[in-house]
C-alpha cells in the first residue's frame, strides 16, 4: 500500500513538474503579422457604387468605420455607420491573424442579417481575403481585395461567384479615406 501511494505521489509530482515545464512565461504577444493590422486602425470615410445584386439595388455607398485594437493587440474591432442603396447599413468586422493557418481572418456581422467570414494574405500593398458562405442554399463564393495606395486612403473591390467560382462579378467598389488615427 505505502509503494503504491508513493508511486501516485510520483507521479503526481511528474505531472506538475511537466505542466510547469510548459507553462508559457507570461501571456502572449502579438507578432509582426498582428501589428500589419494598425494599417486599418483609426477612422475611415468610404465613398463606393454598388451594382444591383442578391445584397440589393444599385446606388451610391457612403460610410464611416472606426477601427480600434482590441485589448491584447491580437484583433482590430471595426464599427461601420452607412447609407445605400438598401437604406441605412450598420456593421461589426473583427480582423486577426491565426498563426496556425498563417491566414489573416475577418469575421463581420451586419443590420440586414449577414455574418460572414473570410481568410486572407498580404502580398505588398494588397489584402486579399476570400470566404464561403450559403445564400438561399447556394455555395457562395467571396473575394475582396484591399489596395493600398497610401498610409491614409485604399481602394476597395467585393466579387461573388454564385457558380463555385467560373464567373465572378462586382457588386461593390469603393475607396476608403482615412480621417484621424
Excluded at 45 to 73: H, L, Q, R, V
Aim: proline share 6%; with cysteine; glycine share 16%.
Amino acid at each position: 500500500m505505502k509503494s503504491s501511494m508513493a508511486f501516485a505521489s510520483v507521479l503526481v509530482l511528474g505531472f506538475a513538474a511537466a505542466a510547469t515545464a510548459q507553462a508559457p512565461a507570461g501571456p502572449p504577444k502579438p507578432g509582426p503579422e498582428h501589428k500589419k493590422l494598425d494599417y486599418f486602425v483609426g477612422k475611415w470615410t468610404m465613398e463606393g457604387d454598388a451594382k444591383t445584386s442578391p445584397f440589393g439595388p444599385a446606388g451610391k455607398i457612403t460610410g464611416t468605420d472606426n477601427c480600434e485594437w482590441f485589448a491584447g493587440g491580437f484583433h482590430v474591432v471595426c464599427r461601420t455607420d452607412g447609407k445605400g442603396p438598401a437604406g441605412d447599413m450598420k456593421a461589426i468586422g473583427l480582423l486577426g491573424y491565426n498563426g496556425e493557418d498563417k491566414a489573416y481572418t475577418y469575421y463581420g456581422i451586419d443590420n440586414m442579417g449577414m455574418g460572414s467570414g473570410s481568410k486572407g494574405t498580404l502580398a505588398g500593398d494588397t489584402w486579399n481575403w476570400s470566404g464561403e458562405e450559403k445564400m438561399g442554399g447556394k455555395v457562395v463564393k467571396s473575394k475582396y481585395t484591399i489596395k493600398q495606395l497610401s498610409p491614409s486612403s485604399y481602394t476597395l473591390k467585393f466579387e461573388m461567384s454564385m457558380d463555385g467560382g467560373k464567373t465572378w462579378t462586382a457588386p461593390m467598389e469603393g475607396k476608403q479615406t482615412r480621417a484621424t488615427k
